[in-house]
């Protein structure tokens, strides 16, 4: 099958093969050929890492070639084609209010586990959303597979396991997924400032691309950012804040 490029940045091309992405990362002319190699390799090793933590945490996507990056064979990520509404584009037009929940704590999740994604902007987040068709096919799946159990088992157990599995189905359909991507300028730490500057990003980001409701998106994202360090973290984003316009 054949790799479509989709998207190229100052340190990545960004391909389209099938199902999947190939983030490439490119050499620099100006370094040195040994060094361009080696930074090429920890930087795709660490990034495959970020990803498959922060994908048992929140909706992110996973690589697939994991064990290849972390023995450094690879310049490339493959991971999982994405399809669903980039918020950069559709955040107006969808029910902000609870994607901005979601947003809030999606990124306490990942501060809670010291990953900071180091480019959080509505650019990196895209949304799934559950179809009505797919849950009642989901639902459906259930049913029969509830009935094709022996007939030798409890009735009673038969009805009440697919009564759960509908509901847990129901449920795991109920809410859109918000998927993060692209952490090519993450990187682990526990400290406040690197979370605190973290939040800062999303909140210029949201001010420079969704200006008509950015303060009621800042709002709901910081109110929901439930960090066991919310109060150090967002004292901390204070003073980022006061820093930048002391500059300006």
């Known amino acids: 099958m054949e790799k479509q490029l989709i998207a190229q940045?100052?340190?990545?091309?960004?391909?389209?093969?099938?199902?999947?992405?190939?983030?490439?990362r490119v050499s620099k002319g100006y370094r040195h050929p040994e060094l361009d190699k080696k930074l090429i390799k920890q930087r795709t090793k660490r990034?495959?890492?970020?990803?498959?933590?922060?994908?048992?945490?929140?909706?992110?996507?996973?690589?697939?070639?994991?064990?290849?990056?972390?023995?450094?064979?690879?310049?490339?990520?493959?991971?999982?084609?994405i399809e669903g509404k980039k918020l950069s584009e559709n955040l107006e037009f969808l029910d902000w209010k609870t994607i901005c929940k979601q947003i809030g704590n999606q990124i306490a999740k990942l501060h809670d586990n010291n990953i900071i994604h180091g480019d959080l902007?509505?650019?990196?987040?895209?949304?799934?959303?559950?179809?009505k068709e797919e849950k009642q096919n989901l639902i459906r799946e259930a049913k029969t597979k509830q009935h094709s159990k022996s007939s030798n088992q409890d009735s009673l157990h038969i009805n009440k396991s697919y009564k759960k599995e509908v509901a847990e189905q129901e449920e795991?359909?109920?809410?859109?997924?918000?998927?993060?991507?692209?952490?090519?300028?993450?990187?682990?730490?526990?400290?406040?400032?690197?979370?605190?500057?973290?939040?800062h990003l999303i909140k210029q980001a949201l001010e420079a691309k969704h200006f008509s409701i950015h303060k009621e998106t800042e709002k709901i994202i910081l109110e929901n950012y439930n960090s066991k360090d919310k109060t150090k973290v967002l004292d901390q984003l204070k003073k980022v804040e006061a820093r930048g316009r002391y500059k300006h």
Not at 9 to 20: C, N, P, S, T, V
Not at 121 to 131: A, D, G, Q, R
């Open 172 to 199: 795991a359909t109920d809410n859109s997924k918000l998927y993060f991507i692209d952490f090519g300028l993450g990187f682990t730490s526990e400290r406040i400032e690197d979370k605190a500057v973290d939040l």
């Open 9 to 24: 940045a100052a340190e990545a091309k960004i391909y389209l093969e099938g199902k999947r992405i190939i983030k490439e």
């Open 121 to 131: 902007t509505t650019s990196n987040m895209i949304l799934v959303e559950n179809k």
């Open 47 to 81: 990034e495959a890492k970020l990803l498959a933590k922060a994908s048992e945490l929140i909706p992110c996507p996973s690589p697939k070639n994991l064990e290849e990056t972390q023995k450094s064979k690879t310049n490339s990520i493959i991971i999982p084609f």
